[in-house]
């Protein structure tokens, strides 16, 4: 690098203070400065240091390059030469609004003033931070760059859109940026769209000549001649045999029951007990800061493709300017909330917790991609001022993995451990302990923790909620497969029970027109939970880039929801003699006695138990079956 050492100079300030400042002059003039200092700042996460690498022609791996990390890697400002301009220093800002450098105290901790020249580096939205800094070098008359990084990433997913065109997504990008810059007071803003890794795209050449012409630009005013050289230091039927077995389990409760109180009473409260599940109301939160990926995990817990109609919208630029409720599209008594990002312009931190309503809803995800914030250290201790429950998710992790993966040395297995680290020691320090740290990616929803993240939701809620959030789950895993399987066994139980009751009322053929109605509200009740219905197989192979007749294929034992009738039911009922036979009503009334007096109720309780539970078999083996395919390479 020009004949000098390329190791960074590490200080909290570069060495002198220009004229400039020292006097409090509005304009640049010469000084007793010998380097020119440009400070590389934004948000922790935005690709700071990637963009020091850049500009200095390194890759991130290199011996002599700018430490980059998935976790928050600059603590404290770094000095690194200029290849080409050996009295010119490229200074690494650590990032604004991390517990370490709080928005309120970072001016004055980085020395903001000491700096000839700005690049304020954003990645995925425009933040109130990014208006303090910016404000701040205008106040000091001095200029910036504003370099809107990762455009590689956000090029990426919005190539998933339909209608995906990469010019004018860079023109919304552009004047996304630019109108948010001017409405902060901001004039003439020079912006540069740049991909850190694909050097050659996008703004970057640009970037690179329009800074070596400021620079020229900025040594005539700012320095007096070197008198030596910049010296820099080191630095997822039943067998007969096993009736009796499984009806003495099952009939246990009931017998206990009616000891004490009459099947009507009894199936009141069965009753009441379907009608709370039917109705009860659940209501989960997204929040965290702008361009997170909230929209795009509201979409993934809702089972939709980002781009499909009623999917939260999702873009490169921030998109969520209000409160948005998603009811789940088969489940709509779960509602999914899509709330603003903290810290823009429009949703500032003092006013966000009342803006968005917060004490609402049941419970909240955290969602972060890059850095935790102080912003999600207010969000952890508001909620748990409301003694409600909060869980941290770090999304993006597709992401985080493909620039580890660049490093020589990559070892998935310690990147997961070094971010799951960071995430908890963050927690920690901002007196959250015993918060729970989630690692998700939203285009790998099998991976990392996404499945886990599912189950411990369930676990944490009452059972009415439980009930309803494990019905409105994707099916991700074996283990939401087993405890839908579950949910649905308690739910054959009190149909079946409801059923014997309207079997014991004598009126001829009653109870098979009953059985009827219930049994096929039930089948197709099933095929919604294990998501094997037309839209909902539909949906699952745009998410997971599947063919739909291929998933279609998978199911082998269960037929097509649509054909699911009370005609059909009844073709099924003449086929399963089985359930009437003499041998298990029998066996009934030797367990429960009370039922001999009931007029078809028995016979009825037997059909609909069997029958649920039979095609409950099959339709659990062609869901995993499905769940196999979809998820495969």
């Not at 909290?12 to 400070?39: F, Q, Y």
């Not at 096993?242 to 003495?248: P, S, V």
């Not at 079997?503 to 098979?512: D, F, H, T, Y």
């Not at 009825?604 to 029958?611: A, L, P, Q, R, V």
């Amino acid at each position: 690098m020009g004949g000098k050492s390329s190791t960074p100079v590490v200080s909290n300030k570069p060495k002198e203070k220009s004229v400039r400042e020292e006097e409090n002059l509005p304009d640049l003039t010469a000084s007793a400065k010998t380097t020119l200092d440009i400070a590389i700042t934004g948000l922790t996460g935005a690709g700071k240091s990637s963009l020091v690498n850049a500009l200095r022609g390194l890759s991130d791996f290199d011996e002599e390059a700018a430490k980059t990390d998935v976790i928050e890697g600059t603590t404290e400002p770094m000095g690194y030469p200029h290849p080409t301009f050996p009295d010119v220093t490229i200074w690494d800002l650590p990032g604004i609004g991390t517990l370490n450098f709080k928005a309120e105290e970072y001016l004055e901790r980085v020395n903001y003033s000491q700096y000839d020249f700005f690049i304020i580096v954003a990645s995925s939205s425009f933040t109130v931070n990014d208006i303090q800094l910016s404000q701040a070098i205008q106040k000091m008359k001095k200029q910036f760059y504003y370099v809107w990084s990762k455009m590689d990433i956000g090029i990426s997913s919005e190539k998933l859109n339909p209608d995906f065109n990469e010019e004018a997504t860079l023109q919304k990008t552009r004047k996304y940026c630019l109108d948010n810059l001017v409405e902060a007071g901001i004039s003439s803003p020079e912006i540069f769209l740049v991909s850190n890794w694909y050097r050659e795209k996008y703004d970057f050449p640009l970037l690179q000549r329009t800074l070596e012409n400021e620079i020229e630009a900025l040594k005539r005013l700012t320095l007096r001649p070197a008198d030596k050289a910049t010296k820099p230091s080191k630095g997822s039927r039943i067998h007969f045999i096993l009736l009796q077995k499984i009806l003495k389990i099952d009939l246990t409760k009931l017998k206990d029951d009616l000891m004490y109180r009459s099947l009507e009473e009894v199936t009141e409260d069965i009753r009441q007990e379907l009608e709370e599940l039917q109705n009860v109301k659940l209501d989960i939160a997204f929040t965290g800061v702008s361009g997170a990926g909230k929209s795009s995990l509201v979409n993934a817990l809702r089972g939709m493709d980002d781009y499909e109609e009623g999917a939260a919208k999702v873009g490169i630029t921030q998109t969520t300017m209000e409160c948005h409720a998603y009811p789940h599209p088969l489940f709509p008594n779960v509602t999914i909330w899509d709330l603003p990002g903290i810290g823009t312009p429009e949703f500032r931190p003092k006013e966000y917790l009342e803006k968005v309503n917060f004490s609402q809803y049941d419970f909240f995800m955290i969602v972060t991609s890059e850095r935790f914030t102080e912003n999600d250290a207010l969000l952890a201790h508001e909620i748990t001022k409301m003694k409600k429950t909060f869980y941290f998710v770090r999304s993006k992790m597709d992401v985080s993995m493909a620039a580890e993966i660049r490093n020589p040395n990559f070892n998935m297995d310690k990147s997961i451990q070094k971010i799951r680290r960071y995430c908890y020691d963050n927690l920690t320090k901002a007196g959250e302990s015993n918060s729970r740290v989630f690692l998700v990616s939203r285009r790998d929803l099998n991976m990392y923790d996404f499945p886990d993240l599912q189950e411990t939701l369930e676990s944490d809620l009452d059972d009415l909620k439980r009930h309803a959030l494990i019905l409105a789950m994707p099916l991700f895993s074996r283990k939401i497969l087993e405890k839908k399987k579950a949910a649905m066994e308690a739910l054959i139980w009190k149909l079946a029970i409801v059923s014997c009751a309207i079997g014991a009322i004598p009126v001829p053929g009653l109870s098979l027109v009953c059985d009827l109605g219930i049994l096929a509200g039930a089948l197709l009740h099933f095929y919604k939970v294990f998501g094997l219905d037309e839209e909902s197989l539909r949906r699952v192979a745009k998410v997971f880039g599947k063919d739909y007749q291929v998933l279609k294929a998978a199911i082998k034992k269960s037929p097509m929801s649509s054909e699911i009738t009370p005609k059909f039911v009844a073709g099924l009922l003449a086929r399963s003699l089985l359930c009437v036979s003499l041998t298990v009503i029998e066996l009934v009334l030797d367990f429960i006695p009370v039922l001999g007096s009931l007029f078809g109720g028995v016979s009825s309780f037997i059909t609909t138990f069997f029958m649920l539970r039979s095609f409950l078999k099959d339709i659990v083996e062609d869901a995993e079956n499905v769940r196999a395919k979809a998820t495969e390479p």
